[in-house]
C-alpha cells in the first residue's frame, strides 16, 4: 500500500479555492483556516482521501443554512426551509436589503402604507378579500386572530380539528395562550351542524374551521363546511397550505378564494407552503376585521421584515415559483437518463412524491429517482452542495421532482464527488 499522506495538498493550495476565497471574505480567515486543518487532519488519519481535502473544508464551514439540493420527493419540506423562492423573489429581497422605499413614498416625500406592494399583490390575487393583512407566519395569524376576536371569550372547534403542527406545536395550545377558551364540539371523526349550533351563546368569539393538512381521516367521517356553518357568529378558516384559488391537481385542498366566498370572515395560510413564497402568514378577508387585526397592538409584535415583504410581493406577481413548477411539470425520462449516464452506477426507478408540510395529505405525484448503494445518503449530506435523498429498502434514491433541472449539474457533481 503507498502512502498517500504525501498527496495532501497543503494549506496554502486548499486556501486559494475560490469557494474558500469567498468563504474567508464572509468568516474570516482564521474560522475557514480551521477548517482546512481538520480536513487536512482527517485525510492524515485516512478517514478521507487527499483528493477530498478540500470539498471537506468547504463543507466543514461555520455556517449553517447552506443551500440544499431537495431530493427526498417531499416538495414543501419543512426542515429544509420548506418553499424554495423563486429568482425574482430572491433578487427582490437582495435589492431591499438594503435602505428601501418599504414605508416611505417617493413621489410624495411623505410616509406610506408598510408593504403596500405586497398587500396589493395579495388582495389582486384574491379579489373576494374586503382587505389583507400579513404576519410572521401562520402561527402568528392564529395568535392575533384569537388576540382580537376573542378575548376572554370561547373558540369554537370541531375535535377533529385540533391539529398538531410539527415539532410538538399544538394550534389548540397555541389559541389557548392569548387567554381565549377552546370549546370543543363534535368528536375526532364525526362533527355536525348542531354541534356547533349548540355550544354557541354570548361568550362565543368565532368559530374556527382548521384545516387538517398533515393526516386523513377516512371510513365513518363528517365535518361541517364552512357555508353551512351561517349560525350568526364570525368563521375563521385556517387553509394552511396558501393556496389562494382552487388548484386542478389538488382538488381536495381548500383555498382563500374558495373560503372567503363560502362565507368566511377570515382565511389564514402559510406564505411558505403551497404558496411557493417566503415564511408569512396570510390574513384575508372582511375589511373592517382585517382593519381591527391591523390595529391590535400586538400586530406590531408579529409583523414581517422588509425581506419578506420583497420575496411576497415577487412570489405574487413574478413568474410562477420553483413549487408549482415542482407541482405540475411532467417528469422527463430522458433528464433521468442524462443524469444516470454521467454515473459510474445508479438505475432510475419510479418513485412517489408528496406535498408534505401541511399541505394536501394522502396525494401522490409520478415521479423518478436515481437509486444509489444505501452508503451514498450519508456522504451525499456532507457534500460542498449537500444533497439529502430518501433512504428506502437499503437504497438512496434521490427524487427528481424536487431536484430543480437547474441544479442537475450540481447533483451529478455531488454523486461523482462521492463515488
Ligand atoms: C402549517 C400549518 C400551520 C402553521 O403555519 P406556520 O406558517 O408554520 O406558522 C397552521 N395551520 C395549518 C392548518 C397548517 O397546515
Do not use: W
Amino acid at each position: 500500500m503507498t502512502d498517500r499522506r504525501r498527496d495532501i495538498p497543503g494549506t496554502d493550495t486548499v486556501l486559494a479555492d475560490p469557494r474558500l476565497v469567498k468563504a474567508a471574505g464572509v468568516f474570516g480567515r482564521p474560522a475557514v483556516k480551521r477548517s482546512v486543518l481538520t480536513a487536512q487532519q482527517k485525510a492524515r488519519d485516512g478517514h478521507i482521501e487527499p483528493e477530498q481535502v478540500i470539498d471537506e473544508a468547504v463543507a466543514n464551514l461555520p455556517a449553517t443554512l447552506k443551500p440544499v439540493i431537495n431530493a427526498t420527493g417531499v416538495i414543501v419540506h419543512t426542515n429544509l426551509g420548506r418553499a424554495p423562492l423563486s429568482a425574482a423573489a430572491r433578487e427582490a429581497l437582495l435589492a431591499a436589503a438594503g435602505t428601501t422605499d418599504v414605508e416611505f413614498d417617493l413621489k410624495t416625500g411623505q410616509r406610506a402604507k408598510r408593504g403596500r406592494g405586497a398587500l396589493q399583490a395579495l388582495q389582486d390575487a384574491v379579489p373576494d378579500a374586503g382587505g389583507v393583512h400579513v404576519v410572521n407566519n401562520n402561527a402568528a395569524a392564529l395568535l392575533l386572530t384569537a388576540m382580537v376576536l376573542a378575548p376572554g371569550k370561547e373558540i369554537v372547534v370541531s375535535r377533529g380539528e385540533l391539529v398538531e403542527i410539527g415539532d410538538g406545536f399544538r394550534i389548540p395550545d397555541l389559541l389557548a395562550s392569548t387567554g381565549a377558551r377552546l370549546r370543543e364540539v363534535g368528536t375526532t371523526n364525526r362533527t355536525h351542524r348542531r354541534d356547533y349550533e349548540q355550544a354557541i351563546n354570548e361568550n362565543t368569539g368565532f368559530i374556527l374551521k382548521v384545516h387538517p393538512s398533515n393526516f386523513l381521516v377516512s371510513g365513518f367521517t363528517a365535518e361541517v363546511a364552512v357555508h353551512e356553518l351561517d349560525v350568526g357568529v364570525p368563521v375563521v378558516a385556517d387553509i394552511g397550505s396558501g393556496l389562494l384559488q382552487p388548484h386542478p391537481l389538488l382538488p381536495d385542498e381548500p383555498d382563500a378564494a374558495s373560503m372567503l366566498r363560502a362565507g368566511a370572515s377570515l382565511v389564514t395560510a402559510s406564505g411558505d407552503k403551497l404558496l411557493g413564497g417566503p415564511q408569512a402568514g396570510l390574513m384575508l378577508g372582511h375589511a373592517e376585521l382585517i382593519e381591527r387585526l391591523r390595529r391590535h397592538p400586538a400586530a406590531r409584535a408579529l409583523r414581517v421584515d422588509k425581506l419578506t415583504l420583497a420575496a411576497l410581493e415577487a412570489t405574487l406577481r413574478g413568474p410562477s415559483p420553483p413549487v408549482h413548477s415542482t407541482l405540475n411539470s411532467e417528469l422527463s425520462m430522458q433528464r433521468a437518463e442524462y443524469i444516470v449516464s454521467r454515473l459510474p452506477e445508479g438505475e432510475i426507478v419510479p418513485s412517489k412524491a408528496v406535498i408534505g408540510g401541511g399541505g394536501a395529505p394522502g396525494v401522490e405525484l409520478p415521479s423518478l429517482a436515481i437509486s444509489l448503494p444505501e452508503s451514498y445518503a450519508a456522504r451525499l449530506r456532507t457534500c460542498a452542495t449537500p444533497v439529502v435523498g430518501r433512504v428506502e429498502h437499503g437504497r438512496c434514491l434521490l427524487d427528481l421532482r424536487t431536484v430543480q433541472p437547474e441544479q442537475d449539474e450540481t447533483l451529478i457533481a455531488a454523486v461523482l464527488a462521492c463515488t
